[in-house]
């Protein structure tokens, strides 16, 4: 039987798994990152977790493919600058083919997480889909005419569309982008500000004034329970998702949007003001009016199956992509 491996190299937890060609598990691993250990060693924990799921017969793998959580360069098989992890500027691809054999195939995580959204997930049998995970950043994957669209190389870069001009900094270093208003990041980080500033609400009492302790999921309990702070800070988030979504849909015009991450669970909440927001900046209904805006369908190991997933189109054995 033919067979496919899947690497998902996240900050905190290693993931491989070996897939059958429909995309079924056969065998999965995990072990932590330990990015502490530098970066020789997270390469040696990467060659261990394959080699766990590696068939019995290694000429039967088709390929394996590496998600990586940062800016790739996915032609030449470069990891550039990722921010949780020492192995800047590294030939990943290359390196992974001589320890292991190939051919080996890189991408950005959240690239990945789009492209099995795509082909197992909510974004089945559409052709142009734009996935955004809403979790401690935002993150996003643009499927234009069933694959992977980055432009010249890092494009689809959603969290950081500029929403807000004169808004809250960015983790990236620049202002007013997605990301610093509607992750959980930004949200907690509001939240924080406005009750140092001596603002009400029940969250104080919920974390004893201990304002560290206010996560984007406090907060979402808080607006659950009605707390106006709260509700306002939450409402904003999706607000201006939505007016980066009214965007989007101006410029792709794509047949659906997949919304992930942990701040999605927050569900009408987020969605309500997020869909409010489109309506009122998209230009014309027929951008939005038969455009679903759906939650993302598959859980923790989106982007391992997404790793998989890239083998399977750039080896040509997805009918659908090539
Ligand atoms: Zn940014």
Redesign the pocket.
Known sequence: MQTIIGVDVGGTLLRAARYDLDLNVLERVEQPTRADLGGEAVLERLYQVIRQVLPESPDTSIGIGVALPGPVDMDKGILIAPPNLPLKDTLIAHLVEQTMGGPVFIGNDADLAALAEHQRGAGRGTRNMIYITVSTGVGGGIIADDRIYTGRGQGGEI??MVVWPDGPM?????QG?L??VSSGTGIARAARERLSAGEQSAMSGMVKENLSQVTAKLVGQAAANGDALALEIVTRAGRYLGIGIASLMMLFNPDMFVIGGGVSKLDKLLFDPMHKAVEEYAMHPRYWKDVPIVHAQLGDDVVLTGSAALVKTMTGNNPKTL
């Not at 960015?170 to 620049?174: Q, Y």
Request: with cysteine; net charge neutral.
């Open positions: 969290g950081h960015c983790g990236c270093g620049k982008h990301e610093a």
